[in-house]
């Protein structure tokens, strides 16, 4: 398989040798009218040419286009289009955009950051691009817009269950989703036991994920890349955003420091559904019929501190930290648990010249959880946290004749603690503690070409090379990159990927996607890396004047040393871990169809998806194949934005999913160790995973009204979230049926379904000055 990689990477190296003299290299910055701030991520194409490229983190393009006569255009979310006719001839050349404010919401909604043609010219594939903007217009469970949210309402992308924000990408578990805010990994991109994510929307700019053709930059994880870009201060004011909503409220300020030098941003977020629930606990203490209701709240905050040493060098500071409490008191019992992450990342950007720019960074990234537990005079405290440091340096060269490289290291220090434990009593005749610390040193060399051979080819092929260190074992590996596009017509492409991608670190948890009680745990001499392999191959085309853009991609991905545990497994207070672990192997394959308009007053999209996915272990289902718990055979998602006029926007959402696999007991059996005693109930199981949940379905309304009041922006976001009152699955119990007349006597068993969410409206009241 190495040699077969090898070849692979010498025969794009080979088809890259040749000189094009008669391409030229047109490159420039594209920035904001209103404040000057590099557009990171603006698109700019020669739709003639049928060629486009993205800017870089300075704003900065370079595309390499035939001699001739040529429309330059450059577009970005909520501004205005430009367009420049330009003539290549014999010399490269600069040319500067500078993008006016969109003027109305329709502008906004039409103008893209990666427009339609620039998707289907792009050599990338599997790739959803995502702005705070759009986010906001779609319908929100108690008004909270969350941006991973509206990514599971992209093909490829499922929910971990009602609610909840964890991502299950092309037959992916959350813990192999690579969320990057700002370079910095967070390791549980969750609030509110995952109803909602850690990103507050004020503060993103956008976000991009990668399902697949992962470009080689990336590392570490096996299904999903979600790069998170925050917002940065603007150079001309300080402005102030912010919103206040059903369960929780939120502001942003950011402006200059130092005219031009020095900006700042800061975001905070927090819910207050604590607030009331304590007043109530206050007003019915003392009443012997009322339990307390438990304490719960989170809060997170955002910061960026960008300054300007000249015109070649820039220095950014981004910060983010939050935390969600969760507690429970009585008289004679308390409980209580709080977790969060915590995130720094300090970045140098250096500009050598046009074509060459560094960018260096130190970031610190940490995720902890504490569960504090006190019955009568004992208490014990479990807390489990994984905290790394990373050095990064990237460097991306336009070398002109269609190619621009990119190249870089990167080296992350893991310190992990699992499981330790305090326990105590007050009379301190009981003192004891247990845990295991672990470490680990990550490493990744890689390098990439994007390479346009003509209109008609383009490659992006690359190489990285990954390893891992912990408790004396080494592992290294190869992971190749490569896609191609190929371009039929004017209207329409062929894309065509593969990826390799390795995974070191590894999420144990017995409580499902996003619990805060997530244990991260190394490669080590009995824990092998997990491995994945994918290969994708799809169609785009354009029609209706442009305004229409529909891609269907095929997948299939391979998964090697998948983690399960042993029935009864213990992961917590254990020192032998690795004893607990099942290795096995996973697949998963699809079909992901997807249609777009974003044009006219009325855009969105149309998702379906038809997949499988399956996990294979020796210790598990007799070694039989069996589904895993997130495969989802039918998976459809409707979103449309309707503009009625300058003021008010209408929007819905319907999504339809076929129901989660699970296991059910095919019999139990009741045995009696003492006479008179209740016997206990023994469920028997056969197949793993081998019954289905009834289907998911939902659709969600939604309004905004835009004010008009004098000091600046204002509207009103309305939405109503399970509009027709869908009772859908959150999980099944099994309750038992006694003899009414022989309460020893069991008649059978009843399944009973829980449901979280029924009909919920919201109102979030926006404002900007």
Do not use: C
């Amino acid at each position: 398989m190495r040699n077969y990689h090898t070849t692979l990477l010498f025969l794009f190296l080979l088809v890259s040798l040749p000189a094009w003299a008669q391409r030229q290299v047109v490159q420039g910055y594209v920035r904001a009218a209103s404040n000057n701030e590099a557009l990171i991520g603006a698109t700019i194409s020669a739709p003639e040419a049928g060629l486009g490229t993205i800017t870089n983190e300075e704003g900065f393009y370079t595309l390499s286009l035939p001699r001739g006569e040529h429309s330059l255009q450059a577009t970005y979310v909520g501004y205005t289009t430009a367009t420049r006719s330009i003539s290549v001839a014999g010399s490269g050349q600069s040319i500067n955009f500078i993008l006016e404010p969109a003027s109305n919401e329709l502008q906004v909604v039409e103008i893209q950051a990666s427009s339609l043609r620039q998707k289907l010219n792009d050599t990338r594939m599997s790739v959803e691009t995502l702005t705070s903007r759009e986010a906001k217009l779609l319908p929100a469970l108690f008004g909270e817009v969350d941006l991973l949210k509206t990514l599971q309402l992209k093909p490829g992308v499922q929910s971990s269950g009602e609610g909840t924000s964890g991502l299950y990408v092309r037959g992916g578990g959350p813990d192999q989703n690579l969320v990057l805010l700002d370079d910095a990994l967070i390791y549980n991109p969750s609030h509110l036991f995952g109803f909602f994510s850690v990103f507050n929307p004020d503060a993103v700019k956008s976000v991009e994920l990668y399902k697949g053709g992962f470009p080689a930059q990336f590392g570490g994880r096996l299904s999903s890349v979600v790069d998170v870009k925050m917002n940065r201060g603007n150079n001309e004011r300080v402005r102030s955003t912010g919103g206040l909503g059903l369960i929780s409220s939120r502001l942003t300020v950011d402006g200059p420091i130092v005219k031009d030098k020095l900006n700042f941003s800061v975001s905070g977020r927090r819910t207050y559904v604590d607030i009331f629930t304590r007043q109530i606990n206050r007003l019915k203490e003392g009443d012997d019929d009322f339990s307390p209701i438990p304490d719960y709240y989170f809060y997170d905050l955002n910061g960026n501190l960008t300054y300007t040493l000249g015109e070649n060098d820039e220095l950014s500071l981004s910060g983010y930290y939050g935390r969600d409490f969760f507690g429970f008191n009585d008289s004679d019992f308390s409980f209580g648990f709080d977790w969060g992450n915590t995130m720094g990342s300090l970045r140098w950007r250096h500009k050598f010249n046009d074509n060459l720019y560094a960018t260096t960074s130190l970031t610190s990234t940490g995720y902890k959880y504490n569960i504090n537990n006190k019955i009568d005079i004992f208490s014990f405290k479990l807390t489990s946290q994984v905290q790394d440091y990373t050095f990064k340096t990237d460097f991306d060269w336009f070398l002109g004749d269609g190619h621009s490289l990119k190249l870089g290291a990167q080296a992350t220090h893991h310190g992990f603690t699992v499981g330790r434990l305090n326990f105590e009593s007050s009379d301190s005749t009981l003192n004891f503690g247990a845990g295991s610390t672990y470490s680990g040193l990550e490493f990744g060399l890689y390098a990439s070409d994007d390479f346009v051979l003509s209109p008609m080819l383009s490659f992006n092929y690359g190489l990285r090379l990954s390893g891992f260190n912990s408790g004396g074992k080494t592992y290294a590996a190869p992971e190749p990159r490569a896609s191609v596009k190929y371009t039929l017509n004017e209207h329409t492409s062929l894309k065509a990927s593969y990826a390799s991608m390795m995974q070191y670190v590894h999420l144990l948890t017995n409580s499902g996607a996003s619990l805060p009680t997530d244990i991260w745990y190394p490669s080590n001499e009995g824990v092998k890396p997990q491995r994945s392999q994918q290969a994708a191959v799809g169609v785009s085309h354009l029609f209706g004047k442009g305004r229409y853009l529909v891609t269907n991609e095929v997948y299939y991905k391979w998964m090697h040393n998948q983690i399960d545990f042993r029935d009864g497994a213990n992961l917590f207070v254990n020192d032998s871990l690795e004893n607990e672990f099942l290795f096995g192997r996973g697949e998963s394959y699809g079909n992901e169809l997807y249609l777009e308009k974003v044009s006219g007053k009325t855009t969105g999209w149309l998702g379906y998806t038809l997949s499988w996915t399956y996990r294979t272990f020796d210790g598990i289902n007799n070694g039989r194949r069996f589904p895993a718990r997130y495969d989802r055979r039918h998976d459809i998602s409707l979103v449309l934005m309707h503009q009625l006029n300058k003021r008010l926007s209408l929007t819905t959402a319907f999504v339809y999913g076929t129901g989660s696999a699970y296991s059910v007991p095919v019999a139990r059996f009741a045995f009696q160790d003492v006479e008179g005693k209740e016997p206990s109930i023994v469920p028997i199981y056969e197949d793993r995973n081998a019954y289905r949940l009834a289907a998911y379905h939902r659709l969600d309304l939604g309004a905004v009204l835009k004010l008009r009041p004098r000091w600046g922006e204002a509207d009103l976001t309305f939405s109503v979230y399970n509009v027709y009152n869908r009772r859908n699955p959150y999980f099944v119990y099994f309750e038992q049926q006694k003899d009414r007349n022989d309460e020893q006597t069991i008649l059978g068993f009843q399944a009973k379904q829980v449901s979280l969410f029924p009909f919920i409206p919201s109102v979030t009241y926006n404002f900007r000055f």
